[in-house]
């Protein structure tokens, strides 16, 4: 499976982007597609999820109310729109690809595979 993210940049804090991905390969069960993201000298994190079955969405709480995630199972793709950004949502964001069942303890979505990064850069 690979995975091919795009839409990063430099913006203002306040201003927007819309992240891409798309997903090519066996991509076959899929149960959702999300993002994570990963600032400097932090953890990875998760940010945003869309499951297909239940068309069901959902955001880490730092995001929520700015960002919005779709997609499309069909076509394998989804977007992140980040409005209002801030200086702390710098970072390199992933997009990932569940394509593996789990039980309700390991949370609403699992990143399988994972694409290989876009830059996201909010000045001050």
């Known amino acids: 499976v690979q995975l091919q993210a795009s839409g990063g940049g430099l913006v203002q804090a306040g201003g927007s982007l819309r992240l891409s991905c798309a997903a090519s390969?066996?991509?076959?069960?899929?149960?959702?597609m999300g993002w994570f993201r990963q600032a400097p000298g932090k953890e990875r994190e998760f940010v945003a999820a869309?499951?297909?079955?239940?068309?069901?969405?959902h955001y880490a709480d730092s995001v929520k109310g700015r960002f919005t995630i779709s997609g499309d199972n069909a076509e394998n793709t989804v977007y992140l729109q980040m409005n209002n950004l801030k200086p702390e949502d710098t970072a390199v964001y992933y997009c990932?690809?569940?394509?593996?069942?789990?039980?309700?303890?390991?949370?609403?979505?699992?990143?399988?595979?994972w694409g290989q990064g876009t830059q996201v850069t909010v000045s001050s």
């Open positions: 990932g690809i569940q394509t593996r069942k789990y039980g309700s303890s390991d949370g609403p979505y699992q990143s399988d595979y």
């Open positions: 390969g066996r991509t076959f069960p899929s149960y959702g």
């Open positions: 869309v499951l297909w079955y239940g068309s069901s969405t």
